[in-house]
C-alpha cells in the first residue's frame, strides 16, 4: 500500500497471549470468546504487529514488538512464539537492515510495543536500530519511568531507558511528524499514547495502538481492563471512530491475529467493523 511518499509495509514480529478478561475488561466471555477463542488458561492469542513506512529519505518503524531476550518464566506466562514470525524474519523479508532504520515511532512503552527496540550484547542492553531517532509522547516517558503500582508491571525499564542513555529517544510534546504523518494523542490506556495516522489526498490508514488491540474491540463499550482512564476510553472511541466512518480511513490492528486491516461503517447499532482484511485493502 502507498501513501504519499510513503510505501507501507507489515511487520510481524512473534505472537503471544493475555488474559481474556484482562482484555475485554466488563464484557462476558461468552460475548467475546467466539471471536478471540482461550486457552485453558483463559489466555487469548495477540500477534505484535508492527508498520514500515519506506520513502526515498526514511524508513520509519511502529513500534518495535515484544522482542527478545526474555527469560524462561515470562516466555511460559505469556506463551511468547516466534516459531513463525520474528522482527529480524519481517525485516529480511524486505532486505531491510536494522542500521538502515531513521525513525521509530513508540505508540508507548509497555513491553510488547517496546520490547524489540533493544537487544542484548555482551549483557548490555543496547539500541536494536543504532541509527534511528526513536520518538514518544514527553508525558508518555514521565509516566513510564514513574508509573502506578496497576501499571508498573506493563514498563520493563531496561527496554526503554537505553534509548535515553544513548541520546536517541525524542520526547515529544506535540502531535507533529510530517505532511503525511500525524500524531493523534489518545489517554485512556495510558497517558499520551501516540495514535499514527498516515493519510495523502486519497487514502488514510490509522496505526491503532492499543486504542483497538483487535477488530473485536470495535464495539464502544469493549474496552481493556488494563486501561488506565476506562471512560476516557470510551470517550476517545466516539470520536476516533467516528472521524473513521467520516473520512473512510483503514485501520490497522497491531494485535489482532486473524485481521490487520478493516473499515467501518454505521448502521442501526452504530459504528460497526464493514470490512477485514488478512492484509491492506486491495492488495
Known sequence: MKIGKYELKIIETGTFALDGGAMFGIIPKPLWQN????????????????????SQSKKILIDTGIGNGWDEKFNRIYNVDYSMYSQQKSLDSYDIKADEITDVILTHLHFDHTGGSVIRNNDIWMPMFPNAKYHVQKKHYEWAINPSDRDRGSFIRERFIPLMNEGILNLADSAEFDDEIEIIIANGHTFAQQLVKISDSTNTILYCGDLLPFSTHIPIPYVMGYDLQPVVTVEEKHR??????????????????FSVTGKLTRNEKGIVLNEKYPGFPND
Open 240 to 257: 476516533i471512530l467516528s472521524r473513521a466512518v467520516d473520512e473512510d480511513w483503514v485501520l490497522f490492528f497491531e494485535h489482532d491475529p
Open 35 to 54: 471471536g478471540n477463542p482461550p486457552d485453558e488458561l483463559n489466555r487469548i492469542a495477540l500477534n505484535a504487529r508492527n508498520l514500515l513506512l519506506i
